[in-house]
């Protein structure tokens, strides 16, 4: 099991920057990925990045130069930078973490990211 508790989020205008924050408890040596999805109201949940065990980064093409994740492994806390914002950015935010060898993915509780015009 593993569970993973978001901090961060919340109301800025556009070009503004936020950082979330997701702290990762339980089986961590499990994990094989870190990443961050988002969800529009009246969308699907859409990866915006993740990161590996190994470090590996991949990005959505819309957050690509505006977006960065990170990871801090002393702490079991993987990050989202965000700077650059747009109200198309505006979404609830979930960590979400993948385990080796397996099909399950542990959520975070999301937290909702606004960004005004």
């Known amino acids: 099991q593993v569970q993973l508790v978001q901090s961060g989020g919340g109301l800025v205008q556009a070009g503004g920057s936020l950082r979330l924050s997701c702290a990762a408890s339980?089986?961590?040596?499990?994990?094989?990925?870190l990443g961050w999805v988002r969800q529009a109201p009246g969308k699907q949940r859409d990866v915006v990045a993740t990161?590996?065990?190994?470090?590996?980064?991949n990005y959505a093409d819309s957050v690509k130069g505006r977006f960065t994740i990170s990871r801090d492994n002393t702490k079991n806390t993987v990050y989202l930078q965000m700077n650059s914002l747009k109200p198309e950015d505006t979404a609830v935010y979930y960590c979400?973490?993948?385990?080796?060898?397996?099909?399950?993915?542990?959520w975070g509780q999301g937290t909702q990211v606004t960004v005004s015009s």
């Open positions: 990161i590996t065990s190994g470090g590996n980064t």
């Open positions: 979400s973490a993948e385990i080796f060898n397996s099909d399950d993915t542990y």
């Open positions: 339980g089986s961590i040596f499990s994990i094989s990925a």
